[in-house]
């Protein structure tokens, strides 16, 4: 890494025009050949699948795609004059727009007119089929559509507008999630750095990691099966951790340069080694995001390649872009007040120092207590879970003010709750006789009747079929007495399926929306066991061969659990159970979106082993060179909270900015995943993790001797990152081979910690080894090349000069100090 980071660095022109070019060649080719999104979610095999296979067949799917223009009276009745004076003319002149196809209204000849009027007499609406599907109709057309038919209301007659194509035009701008959410994070960047340019560095990557995986996803999608949600999620996902992974590089070069190392140095250091966690913690979320395909959903394969390759071209502009754009600003990635104080006063101590490491040694006293808050809060949280129930969302579950909103209600109250959710009962009849025939006509009447009869059915009736159907089938259209997103309807579709259909004498398969959904959530849950146990898995297989421990991995798959459990509580509580859900501008309370656990989950347990590496690769670290377990877990604490808690507020405003995206599934998975990152990194990785760390100590790292021998070598870490190797090693026939290291704390006569102490370890031909200040606590770490005599001098404001003389053997040396106030002599003397 360090190579690859010097040549990145220094032929950083070459690298900016590759990634520019890149950007600028896949934006013109995805600009000019368009999307092709496959928006099919339904499992081949299952009920409603064959259904809609036998439908499409007979009745083959119309040129364009339609909408309702709804209409309702105070008073009176729909088809008055004076109503109809305003309606059929507004109708009309929709139908002579270029690019309209055809209009259906209520007031032509014929049964089918006065099918578009409700029983009341005070509701009707017009079908509007356009020339082109949804996403092909010019957004003119549609604005043009919509003012016409607003342009008929009047007092007490109101007029809405419901459909696709509507969604498109009432929806937020195009990129206003994405915007939101890179200047919320560029926010929280400058708060962080202090620095505009330290604060572009990481947007600047993101983008350009995201922009080049959302056009690179728009060509795929003419190869293979992407989902339109697709590059809504990979957007999500991958500004996220485009940002993440550049911050942690950034911090740690911003650390070197501080102290003391030459630009270049600091980005090759940063790089091998944030840049090594970068590379693993993005395999881990390409990890978790295969793990969908074990699912067997076929629209969840091109929510994975379009996921995993934004993260793979992130990951890649981090450790490729990122070190070019270093080597343009050089110290510029400082502040000015940071690069005035360096030049002043020289390098700063790298240790960790204010609230982290107060808030570190906090958790060390008192992890019990830590532990339990931190266990009651999750608890609470994942509580809502218990009545997570999978469905569809619809319109109905727009915003109040939207026209497909009320468009939805219109139609919900004039023709009943069922209306927007037909099912299609999709009947073969081959096996009878021929289409028509006497034997048909009463067995499908007969079925028709016993449909009828269910409680939960309004209406029931057989659709003619097109003379020349190539098979032999009927469909009977069923308007169930409750909504869609009704627990209600899910229990009529298993009465049709395991009581009414069965004594018919044909196979019959309910189809529609409502019944592709309920198999999606039947399978999903079925299938999420071992989706669940594949992620989990492999999480704990990376951890293991990366940290050489059973319990690390261990508590990583059960914290996962217990952020995703919090997480689906949240989720419920707002968008199932409604509670501030109209208030936030979410919409109508309904069921979690039937694909969304298993897409979250994936993301989550990804993000939350990005924290999990970041955090325990310090620890581990300091463990490796230690073995004091107290030590490295309030070490590897203290020096990472800070960044990681960063690093989630960025994904916290990325995540929630997608609220704005004006698709319900959007904002399903930006509050969740916003609340998962938020639970993660400020409750379990700042609280939780090390707290039960803590507890269960130098368990934390135990390894069964014969599986060690065995399992293969996975080092996040840098070989000698942590304690650089020098030629400078003591003399003396005490002298050993192989780094060690010296660490203790520092105190006053009285006992207090002495904060800030600068120690410094030094050869004895008189070269400085290693230098740092101690943290709140007193505790400090020195680095020391071999084991042999040394030079320990410790200096503070407040305190005498103290220098002594140690001999470091083989195994860490633990020292501590104690120092007298300034007016006390405290002369050098020989250990």
């Not at 209009?103 to 014929?110: A, K, S």
């Not at 009943?416 to 021929?434: R, W, Y």
């Not at 003399?731 to 192989?738: D, K, P, R, T, V």
């Amino acid at each position: 890494m360090e190579a690859w980071a010097r040549w990145c660095y220094r032929h950083k022109l070459v690298v900016l025009v590759l990634w520019v070019g890149a950007l600028a060649g896949l934006g013109v080719a995805g600009g000019t050949a368009g999307g092709n999104y496959a928006n099919m979610f339904g499992i081949p095999g299952t009920d409603s699948s064959r259904a809609y296979e036998r439908m499409a067949e007979v009745f083959p799917e119309s040129a364009g795609d339609t909408v309702n223009v709804v209409w309702r009276v105070d008073s009176g009745a729909v088809g008055d004059a004076a109503v109809r004076d305003r309606l059929e003319p507004a109708l009309d002149r929709i139908g002579s727009l270029p690019g309209v196809g055809d209009v259906l209204g209520p007031y032509g000849p014929g049964p089918g007119g006065a099918a578009r009027i409700s029983e009341d007499g005070r509701t009707a609406y017009a079908q509007v089929t356009f020339a082109e599907q949804a996403d092909a109709v010019p957004m003119e057309l549609v604005q043009d559509v919509v003012d016409t038919a607003r342009g008929a209301e009047r007092a007490g007659l109101q007029v809405e507008l419901g459909g696709q194509a509507i969604t498109r035009i009432s929806a937020p701008p195009t990129g206003m999630a994405e915007l939101v959410g890179i200047l919320a994070a560029g926010v929280v960047l400058f708060l962080a750095f202090g620095s505009l340019f330290s604060m572009l560095l990481p947007i600047t990557v993101a983008v350009f990691g995201v922009g080049t995986g959302l056009m690179s996803t728009l060509l795929l999608s003419h190869v293979v099966d992407v989902p339109e949600v697709a590059s809504l999620l990979g957007s999500l996902i991958g500004l996220g951790v485009g940002i993440d992974y550049a911050l942690f590089i950034v911090t740690r070069h911003r650390r070197a340069i501080l102290g003391g190392s030459s630009p270049e140095d600091s980005a090759a250091l940063a790089l091998n080694t944030a840049g090594r966690a970068v590379l693993f913690a993005g395999g881990t979320v390409c990890i978790a995001l295969a793990g969908m395909l074990v699912t067997r959903m076929s629209f969840l394969e091109g929510v994975v390649i379009a996921t995993s390759l934004t993260v793979v071209l992130s990951v890649l502009a981090a450790i490729t872009l990122l070190p070019a754009l270093l080597g343009l600003l050089g110290e510029r990635v400082l502040s000015r007040r940071q690069r005035r104080g360096l030049a002043a006063d020289g390098p700063e101590p790298a240790e960790a120092k204010g609230a982290a490491a107060r808030w570190s040694a906090g958790v060390q006293k008192r992890p019990k207590a830590v532990a339990a808050v931190a266990v009651v809060v999750m608890a609470a949280l994942a509580i809502p879970v218990l009545s997570l129930r999978l469905g569809a969302t619809d319109q109905g579950n727009h915003p109040e003010d939207r026209t497909t909103r009320q468009a939805y209600d219109l139609l919900a109250e004039g023709f009943g709750p069922g209306f927007n959710g037909p099912l299609q009962l999709v009947a073969e009849t081959g096996g009878l006789g021929d289409p028509g025939s006497p034997d048909v006509k009463a067995a499908v009447d007969a079925l028709v009747e016993r449909v009828a009869a269910d409680d939960g059915v309004a209406m029931a009736a057989a659709m003619p079929v097109p003379s020349g159907s190539p098979v032999p089938v009927t469909v009977i259209q069923v308007v169930p007495t409750t909504s869609p997103q009704d627990a209600k309807t899910d229990q009529l579709i298993d009465r049709l399926r395991d009581d009414v259909i069965p004594d018919s004498g044909m196979e019959v398969h309910v189809g529609g929306v409502t019944a592709v959904f309920k198999d999606f959530s039947s399978v999903t849950a079925d299938r999420m066991p071992l989706f669940i146990a594949t992620i989990i898995g492999l999480g704990f297989l990376l951890l293991l061969l990366a940290f050489r421990s059973i319990v690390v991995p261990l508590t990583a798959a059960v914290m996962n659990l217990v952020a995703a459990a919090a997480s689906f509580g949240v989720l419920v509580a707002i968008f199932q159970w409604g509670w501030g859900a109209e208030l936030l501008g979410f919409g109508k309370e309904g069921p979690i979106t039937a694909f969304l656990p298993v897409i979250m989950l994936s993301m989550l347990f990804g993000l939350s082993m990005d924290y999990q590496v970041f955090l325990v690769s310090r620890m581990h670290e300091e463990w490796v060179h230690t073995k004091d377990n107290a030590r490295a877990v309030r070490v590897g604490l203290a020096e990472t909270s800070r960044v990681i808690n960063s690093a989630a507020l960025i994904m916290i405003c990325v995540f929630g900015a997608f609220v704005l995206s004006g698709d319900t599934e959007g904002a399903m998975a930006g509050v969740g995943l916003a609340a998962a990152v938020a639970l993660d990194a400020f409750v379990l990785r700042t609280a939780l993790v090390p707290a039960v760390m803590h507890l269960l100590g130098r368990a934390n790292w135990w390894l069964p001797g014969w599986l060690d021998r065995r399992l293969p070598h996975l080092a996040v870490e840098a070989p000698g990152a942590a304690a650089p190797a020098t030629t400078d090693a003591p003399s003396g026939e005490e002298g050993h081979s192989g780094t060690t290291v010296v660490h203790g704390f520092v105190r006053t006569e009285e006992g207090a910690p002495v904060a800030d102490a600068v120690l410094t370890l030094v050869s004895s031909g008189g070269r400085q080894l290693d230098r740092v200040a101690t943290l709140a606590d007193g505790g400090y770490i020195l680095s020391a090349p071999v084991g042999g005599s040394y030079l320990l001098a410790v200096t503070s404001g407040a305190y005498e000069p103290w220098t002594r003389h140690i001999v470091v053997g083989v195994d860490p040396l633990v020292h501590d100090l104690t120092l007298s106030p300034s007016e006390a002599a405290s002369p050098s003397r020989p250990a």
